[in-house]
């Protein structure tokens, strides 16, 4: 089913999760993950009320389950879906420095899921994945304990992140600041 | 870390590529062939390349940074659509130049 919840003003996140989790491989795969993708962005442009067309989005998909994050045009936005378990601390420290680490330290359950999808969807935001991910992206804990992301480019770019638990999946967004 | 010496031979590469991309995306390994794309293919993720990254860092008892496998896809597939340019022999490649170093 398709669901959305609104994460900050006028930006939606949208979910798709199956009933019962079937996780093909191959090709068949990736034909139903990006079916997963293409009901959450249903669920998301209809709770934004956006029509498509006006709409920025950022799309992921994993193991049959969707994720899109529905934006006004002119948002820089970008969004993860992950299982939680499917990632390490291995996998996580291959791509953090320490004060990352220890930015996630109130999140020790999905640590390393929330690091590698908030870099994950930020990598995306910047609209150069390949370019930035993941030396180029900083996680920080700023004041007010808010989570960001910060690029590390001229001039510097910093996003504002979120995540969202549904089942055994993690879904992790940034946005850029209004 | 061992270091596995099949890879040192460098004919045994493309084989221990074809071996380490069918067991981490889990598929049958006479689906995986040199020119697979693994993204459009095979439904591979970004974390999968990861996965096969510490394969083979864990074939050639070295730390291979995860940095540097983005920096050499970036740079091998400039321009093209990573679903389509990320192929079996990309992998192998890299895994040369891996082991060279």
Known sequence: MGSAVRVADGIWLGMFQPERLVCPRGHARRLADRAAAARAL????????????????????????????????????????????????????????????????????????????????????????????????????????????RVLCTPPLVFHGGWEGRGLFLYAWVTAPC | MPRDPSLVDRSDTGELVRRIVAEVLMVPIEKVCPETKLVAELGAESIDFLDLVFRLEDTLGKRIPASRWSEFVRERTAGQDPAIAITTDLVREFAEREASL
Request: with cysteine.
């Open chain 1, 42 to 149: 249903t669920a998301g442009l209809k709770a934004s009320s956006l029509r498509a067309s006006l709409a920025a989005f950022s799309l992921s998909h994993t193991e049959g389950v969707g994720a899109a994050l529905v934006g006004p045009r002119s948002l820089g936005l970008g969004v993860d879906v992950v299982r939680v378990q499917r990632v390490s601390r291995r996998h996580a420290w291959a791509i953090l420095i320490p004060s990352e680490w220890q930015a996630l330290r109130g999140c020790p359950r999905i640590r390393p899921a929330l690091a590698w999808a908030l870099k994950e969807a930020a990598a995306k935001a910047t609209g150069e994945p390949a370019l930035h991910f993941p030396s180029a992206l900083r996680i920080v804990r700023s004041t007010g304990d808010r989570l960001e992301v």
